[in-house]
């Protein structure tokens, strides 16, 4: 959570702040909590952002993807460079990076992308639309 009371909110609701035995770290977020959430972190959090139903589309949910390491595979890759507690400090206090790969570039004949088909196409012909 990027804000503050949004992040106390789920502190003393869902996490860490709450009494042992509490029956509230079981329950589901309500729908209500999660739009609340939401609209304090302007429909963003670092893992899913929510688009609300606009011009005709639908609402929906767009969630990140990719590859991540877990605190286990982070000790078995560190373990000889330091110490259990500087592993799990970093593991817990790094933001979550996401870096696009980058689509290769291809002027070739055989251009598979649809942009690279085009710009190939432009770089022969000179034109951007159909050729009539």
């Known amino acids: 959570m990027r804000q ?4 106390n909110w789920c502190f003393h609701h869902h996490g860490g702040g709450l ?3 509490s029956k509230w770290k079981d329950t589901s977020l309500k729908w209500d909590d999660v739009h609340w959430i939401l ?7 670092l893992l899913m952002k929510y ?3 606009t011009g005709g589309r ?3 949910w767009l969630i990140r993807q990719g590859n991540y390491i877990t605190l286990g595979e982070l000790f078995v890759f560190g373990a ?19 870096h696009k790969k980058p ?10 992308f649809r942009a690279n ?11 951007w639309g159909l050729s009539y």
Not at 118 to 127: A, I, N, V
């Open 19 to 21: 009494k042992k035995g």
């Open 4 to 7: 503050e009371e949004t992040r």
């Open 117 to 127: 088909a085009k710009k190939s196409k432009h770089e022969t012909t000179g034109r």
């Open 51 to 53: 688009c609300p139903a």
């Open 80 to 98: 000889q460079w330091c110490s259990c507690w500087d592993l799990y400090r970093t593991f817990t206090s790094l933001d979550i990076f996401i």
């Open 39 to 45: 609209a304090k972190e302007n429909n963003e959090t």
């Open 58 to 60: 639908p609402e929906r």
């Open 103 to 112: 689509h290769s570039l291809s002027n070739s004949p055989e251009a598979i």
